[in-house]
C-alpha cells in the first residue's frame, strides 16, 4: 500500500516561524499541501519571510506571544484554522535566568506564551476538528543547571499538552508535542560554537550528528496529519536518541 500525506485544504499557522525549527516546519507543511501563515515578532522578520519557499508563498503576520492585544490583532486576520504550532520561544543564557524578571520572562514566552495561542485558537480549531502542536524540549525530561527557567517551561509544556488533550478530546482537537534534541538553528549557534560542549552533546547523542529544522519538521507533518488521528497528549522525542541513553 502506498502511504501519502495530503495536507491539502488544511490552514496552519506556526509560531516564531521566520527561523530555524519553526521556518523548517512551515516548509513541511506547505510541502504536505498546507497553506500555511508564520509568526514573526517585527515587521522587517515578517517582510523577510514572505518569500518564495519552493512548496508556494509563506505568509506571515507580526506576533509577540506575549502580548494579548498582539495576538487578538494578528488573528483577526486568520479566518479557518486546522493546525496551530506552539513554536516560539525563548532561553536566556550566561546564568541569568536565576534572575526571577528573567525567570518569569521565560515562563512567559515560552509556557504562559503557549497556551495564550492555545486558548485563542481553540474556537477555530474546534470548526474543523483540527489539532495543535507544542514545541518541548529534552530539557522537558532532564535538569538544566544553566537554563532553569527554559527547564521549567518546557516541563510545563509536556503536562500542559497532557491536560489540553484530555480536555480537548470532546471538541475533536488533537493535541501533541514534540521534544527536539539538538537541533542546528541560531538559538543553539553559541553551544554548537563551543568546542566542549559541543562534543561532550555529540557523545551523548547515540546517532552522533545535530539534527536539522526539516527533520522535526517530517515529524510535525506526521503529527498534524489523519495518520496521527488517534495520537493525542503524546511528546515524540526527535532527538538522534539522546533521550534514550
Ligand atoms: N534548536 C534546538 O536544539 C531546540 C531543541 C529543543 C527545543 N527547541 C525549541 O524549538 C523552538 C524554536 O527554536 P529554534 O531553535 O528554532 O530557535 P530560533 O530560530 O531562535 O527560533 C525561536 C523563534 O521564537 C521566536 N520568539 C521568541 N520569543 C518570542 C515572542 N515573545 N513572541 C513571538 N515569537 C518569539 C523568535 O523570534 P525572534 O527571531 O523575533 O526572536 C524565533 O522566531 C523553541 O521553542 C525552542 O525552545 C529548540
Request: charged fraction near 20%; aromatic fraction near 6%; proline fraction near 3%.
Amino acid at each position: 500500500m502506498a502511504w501519502q500525506i495530503d495536507l491539502s485544504g488544511k490552514k496552519a499557522l506556526v509560531t516564531g516561524g521566520a527561523s530555524g525549527i519553526g521556518y523548517g516546519i512551515a516548509c513541511a507543511l506547505m510541502e504536505a499541501g498546507a497553506t500555511v501563515t508564520v509568526t514573526a515578532r517585527t515587521s522587517k522578520s515578517v517582510r523577510a519571510c514572505e518569500t518564495e519557499t519552493g512548496h508556494g508563498t509563506l505568509t506571515a503576520l507580526q506576533m509577540d506571544v506575549t502580548n494579548d492585544l498582539s495576538i487578538e490583532e494578528a488573528l483577526e486576520s486568520v479566518d479557518d484554522l486546522d493546525i496551530l504550532v506552539n513554536n516560539a520561544g525563548t532561553a536566556i543564557r550566561k546564568g541569568l535566568e536565576f534572575r526571577v524578571d528573567r525567570f518569569a520572562e521565560v515562563i512567559n514566552t515560552n509556557l504562559i506564551g503557549t497556551m495564550r495561542l492555545c486558548h485563542e485558537c481553540l474556537g477555530k480549531l474546534v470548526l474543523r476538528r483540527g489539532c495543535i502542536l507544542n514545541i518541548a524540549s529534552m530539557y522537558s525530561f532532564y535538569g538544566n543547571p544553566l537554563l532553569p527557567g527554559y527547564g521549567a517551561s518546557k516541563a510545563a509544556v509536556v503536562n500542559l499538552t497532557m491536560s489540553l488533550a484530555i480536555a480537548w478530546a470532546r471538541h475533536g482537537v488533537r493535541v501533541n508535542a514534540i521534544a527536539p534534541g539538538w537541533i542546528e538553528t541560531k538559538m543553539t549557534a553559541p553551544v554548537k560554537d563551543d568546542r566542549v560542549r559541543h562534543d561532550t552533546i555529540m557523545a551523548r547523542t547515540p546517532m552522533g550528528r545535530w539534527g536539522t529544522p526539516e527533520e522535526v519538521g517530517a515529524a510535525a507533518v506526521y503529527l498534524c496529519s489523519p495518520a496521527a488521528s488517534f495520537v493525542t497528549g503524546a511528546t515524540l522525542a526527535v532527538d538522534g536518541g539522546y533521550a534514550a541513553v
